[in-house]
């Protein structure tokens, strides 16, 4: 059974890059046909897809984030890494890694990030 994980900082100041790794267990990233989003929850909002990146390493990004957004793998970890540059207090939510991409079916537990000087 696939099961996610997100790590990394829970407090990041404006103008620098978020960065967040979601460890997958239970399946390899490399399976075919395998999609591995990006999702945040801003406060009192809506889910936001971020992107993805998918089982060849090929990514795509919500065109609204797409100048600010990449997503990149270590296969060798069974790992996949959001990179989101010159961030702003209106990036504070919670992030969640998951597979798939129209309808995710499986998500990490989610890891709140907040934008703060």
């Known amino acids: 059974q696939v099961q996610l994980q997100e790590s990394g900082p829970g407090l990041v100041k404006p103008s620098q890059t978020l960065s967040l790794t979601c460890t997958v267990s239970?399946?390899?990233?490399?399976?075919?046909?395998?999609?591995w989003s990006w999702i945040r929850q801003p406060p009192g909002k809506g889910l936001e897809w971020i992107g993805y990146i998918d089982y060849s390493g090929s990514t795509s990004y919500s065109p609204s984030l797409k100048s600010r957004t990449s997503i990149s793998r270590d296969t060798s970890k069974n790992q996949f890494t959001l990179h989101l540059s010159s961030v702003t207090p209106e990036a504070t939510g919670v992030y969640y890694c998951?597979?798939?991409?129209?309808?995710?079916?499986?998500w990490g537990p989610g890891t709140q990030v907040t934008v703060s000087s």
């Open positions: 998951a597979k798939g991409y129209q309808l995710p079916d499986v």
């Open positions: 239970g399946g390899s990233i490399t399976t075919n046909y395998y999609y």
